[in-house]
């Protein structure tokens, strides 16, 4: 492991992705406050709910397009499909046993109690956060293939927008096909839907194209702007979602971009304790993002079941307690990964995917 520290890694991913990550946190606690009759999705919360799901899945989408391409170039197609199953495939079907098994074992306790066919069926088809997993393996063995061919990345850039396009036209004309934010195709449907996110990350530098504050402030004008107008004349219309979808993801990730690259300059040439400590803990944060993805709905979910036996309603500290347990008991892990990869080291790494130095290669 230490043969990795001179590969350097790039701040951006992971600034995004930690922004992505608790989005994701902040938007399952509040459904599953909605779902528990705690709070109304109107006013403020309806926007919330709206603001967080137009970007922060479409961000990780990106995130992960970023490198596919020095992938692609470096591994064969088996060996990158070898790696997502190890990667996406077998994380998926391990946790999704261990979350629903738990849900049927919690009964009545949980929002939606769960019968035994559910557990032996838990993986298929994805269920809950899970559907990410199986999308994103469909995306990239798909990516990875088209850019074995000759001029790759540009059939994947055309087949991404006809895709847009396709689902656009066919969600205005109501094709049986387009569905709001999904193609009606069995397990592909989210894949294809979101295939053009991971494609744009392919055509976009890992790296922040702003270099400077003028272009931070319009970066973060653009996005605010785009977020404002989608609330505002909101309607569920897949050329209306992705519009200010990708406005959002693109700027979304220069901003957070550019504050990593800022900040990892900063502490270099000043080495402030406190800067230090939570630059690296926002990058921890964003490294682990996975096993946050795959654990927190239990953490989240079990702060609330746990509030409500207690006989605690208040809205505000189930929000906050479920965000902050959701985020952060899943990092709990890394210490258990530490423990048992001593004697499993390729099968921990594989059921709990963690990150534990700072210069290993985002790739």
Same mark, same amino acid.
């Given at each position: /492991?230490?043969?990795?520290?001179?590969?350097?890694?790039?701040?951006?991913?992971?600034?995004?992705?930690?922004?992505?990550?608790?989005?994701?946190?902040? %938007?399952?606690? *509040?459904?599953?406050?909605? $779902?528990?009759? @705690?709070?109304? #999705?109107?006013?403020?919360?309806?926007?919330?709910?709206?603001?967080?799901? @137009?970007?922060?899945?479409?961000?990780?989408?990106?995130?992960? %397009?970023?490198?596919?391409?020095?992938?692609?170039?470096?591994?064969?197609?088996?060996?990158?499909?070898?790696?997502?199953?190890?990667?996406?495939?077998?994380? @998926?079907?391990?946790?999704?046993?261990?979350?629903?098994?738990?849900?049927?074992?919690?009964?009545? &306790?949980?929002?939606?109690?769960?019968?035994?066919?559910?557990?032996?069926?838990?993986?298929?088809?994805?269920?809950?956060?899970?559907?990410?997993?199986?999308?994103? *393996?469909?995306?990239?063995?798909?990516?990875?293939?088209?850019?074995?061919?000759?001029?790759?990345?540009?059939?994947? !850039?055309?087949?991404?927008?006809?895709?847009?396009?396709?689902? &656009?036209?066919?969600?205005?004309?109501?094709?049986?096909?387009?569905? =709001?934010?999904?193609?009606?195709?069995? +397990?592909?449907?989210?894949?294809?839907?979101? /295939?053009?996110? =991971?494609?744009?990350?392919?055509?976009?530098?890992?790296?922040?194209?702003?270099?400077?504050?003028? %272009?931070?402030? +319009?970066?973060?004008?653009?996005?605010?702007?785009?977020?404002?107008?989608?609330?505002? *004349? =909101?309607?569920?219309?897949?050329?209306?979602?992705?519009?200010?979808?990708?406005?959002?993801?693109?700027?979304?990730?220069?901003i957070a971009a550019f504050v990593g690259e800022k900040?990892?300059?900063?502490?270099? #040439?000043?080495?402030p304790m406190k800067m230090t400590w939570l630059h $690296? !803990?926002?990058?921890?944060?964003?490294?682990? &993002?996975?096993?946050?993805?795959? !654990?927190?709905?239990?953490?989240?979910?079990?702060?609330?079941?746990?509030?409500?036996?207690?006989?605690?309603?208040?809205?505000?500290?189930?929000?906050?307690?479920?965000?902050?347990?959701?985020?952060?008991?899943? @990092?709990? +892990?890394?210490?258990?990964?530490?423990?048992?990869?001593?004697? *499993?080291?390729?099968?921990?790494?594989?059921?709990?995917?963690?990150k534990f130095f700072r210069k290993q290669a985002n790739?």
């Open positions: /492991m230490n043969q990795t520290f001179n590969v350097h890694r790039l701040t951006g991913p992971d600034y995004a992705k930690m922004i992505a990550i608790a989005l994701v946190v902040l %938007g399952h606690t *509040f459904r599953g406050l909605v $779902n528990a009759d @705690l709070v109304e #999705s109107q006013g403020f919360w309806l926007y919330l709910d709206r603001g967080i799901y @137009l970007f922060h899945m479409p961000l990780f989408f990106f995130i992960s %397009g970023l490198f596919i391409s020095h992938i692609a170039q470096r591994e064969t197609l088996f060996s990158i499909v070898k790696r997502n199953i190890i990667l996406l495939i077998i994380p @998926l079907i391990f946790w999704s046993y261990l979350q629903i098994g738990i849900q049927y074992a919690a009964g009545s &306790s949980v929002n939606n109690p769960l019968s035994i066919y559910h557990v032996i069926w838990a993986p298929y088809p994805p269920k809950f956060q899970f559907w990410f997993l199986s999308a994103l *393996f469909i995306i990239a063995c798909f990516a990875a293939a088209i850019l074995k061919l000759k001029k790759g990345p540009y059939i994947l !850039a055309i087949l991404s927008i006809s895709t847009i396009i396709a689902l &656009s036209i066919g969600h205005l004309m109501n094709a049986d096909f387009a569905e =709001y934010k999904q193609a009606d195709i069995k +397990l592909a449907g989210d894949a294809i839907f979101f /295939m053009p996110y =991971y494609a744009l990350g392919l055509f976009v530098p890992a790296i922040a194209l702003i270099r400077r504050n003028k %272009g931070f402030l +319009l970066s973060l004008f653009a996005f605010s702007t785009s977020v404002t107008i989608y609330l505002h *004349f =909101y309607q569920e219309a897949n050329w209306f979602y992705y519009l200010f979808s990708f406005i959002c993801v693109f700027t979304a990730y220069q900040v990892e300059s900063y502490v270099q #040439s000043h080495d $690296n !803990a926002i990058l921890f944060i964003g490294m682990n &993002s996975m096993i946050i993805f795959l !654990a927190h709905v239990i953490a989240e979910a079990g702060t609330r079941v746990i509030l409500l036996k207690l006989g605690i309603t208040n809205l505000h500290l189930h929000l906050i307690a479920g965000v902050f347990t959701g985020l952060f008991c899943p @990092l709990l +892990l890394v210490p258990l990964n530490i423990f048992i990869s001593r004697y *499993f080291p390729t099968i921990t790494q594989t059921l709990i995917p963690v790739v």
